[in-house]
């Protein structure tokens, strides 16, 4: 069962910051909160993941509330390759499936 | 990050014909892979998992007899759709499961393969 709500769907302009939010009310204290991502007709890429502080990579930052029932996926600089589908997935750090939620569809414009 | 690949990447087939799915593994070992079916403009929707030597465990309302999954090897999974009806077209996307340490393990996914029936 996904366990996320995310908006639809997202517009951004070109060149400036993509910020995709994610609420998880009822995630554990050990689950942690993944980022995939998936361009149109490929496989999910990953991008960031984290528990409780807050994560970046060269891809993105992960910022998590203190109460950790809500988080926000920015991508500082967004580009018109950014333009897919977003999803946030809690899951144990050893855990074993991800269940996949409806995501956000987040559009670059130019 | 490791990479998995899937053979084909794209197939059409007659009604009535058994389509075989590759997921490979190609610079690691994997002792558990996961097959995932995606429909136009839908989330992936988790179907099975499969373990390296045992038989897979099958999502509620997945048919085992319709998808049949074989972990014959640690890098090799693979999925038959068998008699494949127009219905089961759909995006079929499989991943792959890494231990990194004791407690912590990491999923790669394929670049999918996208089946049609005619």
């Known amino acids: 069962d996904a366990k996320t709500t995310q908006p639809t769907s997202m517009d951004c302009a070109e060149g400036r910051a993509a910020n995709l939010p994610c609420n998880h009310s009822?995630?554990?204290?050990?689950?942690?909160v993944y980022w995939y991502r998936q361009i149109h007709s490929q496989g999910p890429q990953y991008i960031i993941h984290?528990?409780?502080n807050n994560e970046t990579n060269e891809m993105a930052s992960l910022i998590i509330t203190e109460d950790r029932k809500s988080s926000t996926l920015i991508l500082p600089h967004a580009t018109l390759r950014d333009t897919a589908v977003y999803y946030c997935?809690?899951?144990?750090?050893?855990?074993?499936?991800?269940?996949f939620g409806t995501g956000t569809s987040l559009t670059v414009i130019p | 990050g490791a990479v998995v690949s899937q053979h084909p990447s794209r197939v059409i087939c007659k009604s009535g014909t058994s389509v075989k799915i590759e997921c490979r593994s190609l610079?690691?070992?994997?002792?558990?892979m996961f097959w995932y079916r995606q429909f136009p403009k839908k989330s992936l929707m988790l179907m099975a998992t499969?373990?390296?030597?045992?038989?897979?465990?099958?999502e509620q309302g997945v048919e085992k007899d319709k998808f049949l999954i074989n972990h014959a090897s640690l890098t090799l999974s693979t999925l038959t759709v068998t008699s494949a009806h127009p219905e089961d077209s759909s995006f079929y996307i499989c991943?792959?499961?890494?231990?990194?340490?004791?407690?912590?393990?990491?999923?790669?996914f394929g670049p999918g393969t996208r089946l049609t029936v005619l």
């Open positions: 991943s792959a499961r890494v231990r990194r340490t004791r407690d912590y393990n990491e999923q790669f």
């Open positions: 009822t995630i554990s204290g050990n689950e942690y």
């Open positions: 499969s373990n390296e030597g045992s038989k897979a465990t099958y």
């Open positions: 984290g528990l409780k």
């Open positions: 610079d690691f070992q994997a002792t558990t």
């Open positions: 997935i809690v899951r144990f750090l050893i855990g074993n499936q991800f269940y």
